[in-house]
């Protein structure tokens, strides 16, 4: 079992749309969740981070945080084609400030 | 957050050179990390880049093919050594200010070799 898993997509969405992306952890100890954005060709750039249960909102993210069901995901509202990259989860244990990555989920959304 | 740069933005080598890869940070920051990205895929941790030590490599990275340096708190070296076509890859240095838990990284390197 992967101890980040994401679905890879592509998701696709309308524009206007809310894109919802998952990702569920294998290791209870987690305790730091991490949203990167990664246009292709481009590096991962940080937009979302989540340390307690429940919603954390920026803009138009929201992330959000189940720590008993072990997932974390990403709601991204009013999709815009700019949103249109890569979305990689990555959770941090604690103690360390390693991070592992899922493999990320493709979104794609439709003008 | 603190403005990272890397050099070179991109080499093409040939098999059995070496190549350097300088990571820069305009700020002290306190860990620095170096990760591989193999085209289409996600990011694995080659290693964490130790301030006047030898750095800590993760399962499957080795000090002879990827030697590290950190000779201060703003700056790094990963030298890809050897170099076969399955190195091809994006390389990323990322950084953890003080005070912060959450990563940022470079802009990253794109190293093809024929």
């Known amino acids: 079992q992967k101890e980040v898993e994401q679905n890879s997509g592509p998701l696709s969405v309308p524009e206007g749309a809310i894109a919802s992306l998952n990702c569920t952890y294998s290791d209870r100890g987690s305790q730091s969740f991490f949203w990167y954005r990664q246009y292709s060709g481009k590096s991962p750039e940080l937009i979302m981070f989540?340390?307690?249960?429940g919603d954390k909102e920026d803009g138009r993210f929201t992330a959000q945080l189940n720590k008993a069901s072990q997932y974390v995901s990403l709601l991204i509202r009013d999709s815009q084609p700019s949103d249109s990259a890569t979305y990689l989860c990555?959770?941090?244990?604690?103690?360390?400030?390693?991070?592992?990555f899922g493999t990320g989920t493709r979104l794609k959304v439709l003008a | 957050s603190a403005v990272i740069s890397q050099k070179p933005s991109r080499d093409i080598c040939q098999r059995g050179t070496s190549l350097t890869i300088q990571c820069q940070v305009d700020s002290q920051v306190t860990m620095m990390f170096w990760y591989r990205q193999q085209p289409g895929q996600s990011l694995t941790l080659i290693a964490t880049a130790n301030q006047g030590s030898e750095a800590t490599y993760e399962s499957g990275f080795v000090i002879d093919k990827f030697p590290i340096s950190r000779p201060n708190l703003t700056f790094s070296t990963l030298t890809v050594s050897n170099m076969s076509p399955e190195d091809s890859s994006i390389y990323l240095c990322?950084?953890?200010?003080?005070?912060?838990?959450?990563?940022?990284f470079g802009p990253g390197t794109r190293l093809t070799v024929l």
């Open positions: 990555a959770v941090n244990k604690g103690g360390t400030y390693k991070y592992n």
């Open positions: 989540i340390y307690s249960n």
């Open positions: 990322s950084v953890v200010e003080y005070s912060y838990n959450e990563q940022f």
